[in-house]
């Protein structure tokens, strides 16, 4: 726009709309230059949790490893003391024993689902990557949770604890894995044996600490039994209360998590601990003939062979474990009803919460033990003891674990060891098998049997005790309050076998049943030889220790 | 093969140990918990 000044000169005046539209280009440039600012601080942030970004410097102690595993290990293994709450949930959601159990089993299948999806990408991306993207998922999984059990939307509990949550579990649950066997190519049994035993440890941690909580934040209410008087074992908290529990252990966990992100470190190419041979390993099967991908390592009957011993040993497992508590008191319940593992009634759901500690410590200490026993017995040997007398075992508890409660939780605590133990010694058989190179990755796929098992273990012994019981007579109890007869069924509304009507001969089927399932494991184990040349990696591999062998 | 550092930086120390107390703390507290249901296994309650 131009326009004549007194002197007759054109002079370019400035139009009032150029000069908006050019503050508003300005503007949109600064806001462009303020958003790339802000992606490359960003990306530099998150640079740091790249793979070469966590590269351990010379002289870096492979000792802060182990503690960087276990801080991840020791949260997400707080999906084993879902129980604490379970009941506070069943009451608050109105809803049935089984829907509040699929968020535990919705977790588990997604954890192996996504160790199975993401075990590549925790490899290439390194471990400090893959325990950050836990921490948010697991963190995010308990503050959408709490969300959704404060607004009574159990679909929220779902898709937070089970999806999001179970992300998590499934790559923090990795995540560590192939980095510790790097750092200790000497002991991979004992490095993932310290972490894995974390897990086992994070139920330990979490049921004392979230009783706390519940009982910090809210007040508990016990149901009424049967007979009219309040049932003391059982505590049952409101969904306020539950839902600050939830936020808390979201928040909190994300801390202790941070630990874990900023302290792991991967090994430099080339590294190997100080005297480290490794053709003078402890034994034959320790010894890495060859370098598998993960792509290869599934098209080797090797990878089936040994889902199916980690698949037979947790179902086996698993399904004892899930019912301890109702399992001892039955099995040791007299022809009256009483039971012959305390003389004061009252007492006896303490003593089986006390059993359940019991094989909850010999499940941690077995992960821990049987996994350092495995790199001097080989790992072959181990599976054959965890599933030759684990069979024992069951077949000691279903003929004989009623006469005796010492010979009851003895059999118990060492199939709790061996389940423990076969989590903890997998990792490293894998190793054995297909190398370093993409163990991780590996071992993500090999844990969808873990999930298979989740479901196969409750369903073959719930299905049977649920038949056992649904085969026994209703029973009539006085309720002392209101004076009246009240007629008492072994299931009840929600589904659940109510305690006093099953005996240790309803359990036989199925500990014969899982005796049988640990025969097809041993078989399989036994059937494990070295993996073909044909699926090696041609020439030396790219990473860390491997590049040096 | 490049080998590790034949002796522990000394700096490392500190750390290490904060590193293992800082896990060591929550499961030892938790065992303890546990091994005081336990007890009411061997004690009837």
Redesign the interface.
Known sequence: MAGRTHAGVLRVRPDPRAHVASRRADVNLTISLSNIALKEACMAALSFLDRQHSIAPPGYSRWLVPPAALAVHLCIGQVYATSVYKTSLITDFGASEKSIGYIFSLAILMLGLSSAVFGKWVDLGGPRRAMFTAACCWSAGFLIASFGIKSGQLWLVYLGYGVIGGIGLGIGYISPVSTLIKWFPDRPGLATGMAIMGFGGGALVASPVITKLLGHYGTATHPPKPDGTPNLTVNIFDATTVSKVFLTLGIVYFIFMMFGVFTIKVPAPGWAPAGYDPSKAHTKAARVTGQVSADNAIKTPQFYLLWIVLLCNVTAGIGILENASPMIQDFFRNADGSSSLTTNPKNVAIVAAGFVGFISLFNMGGRFAWSTASDYLGRKVNYIIYLGVGMIMFFIVATSGHKSTFIFIACVAVIASFYGGGFSTVPAYLRDLYGTYQVGAIHGRLLTAWSTAGVLGPLIINGLLDHAAEGKPCKSVLNTVTNKQVEVCPVDKTGHVVAGFLNASDYRTAMLIMVGVLAVGFVANLLIRPVNAKFHEVGPVKDAVDSAH | ??????H??VN?VP??VL??A??TI??G???F???K??????T??
């Open positions: 093969m490049s080998s590790e550092h034949p522990v930086d490392h750390r290490i590193s293992w800082l896990v929550p499961l507290y938790g065992l918990q546990t091994l249901a336990v007890s009411k296994l061997f009837g309650g």
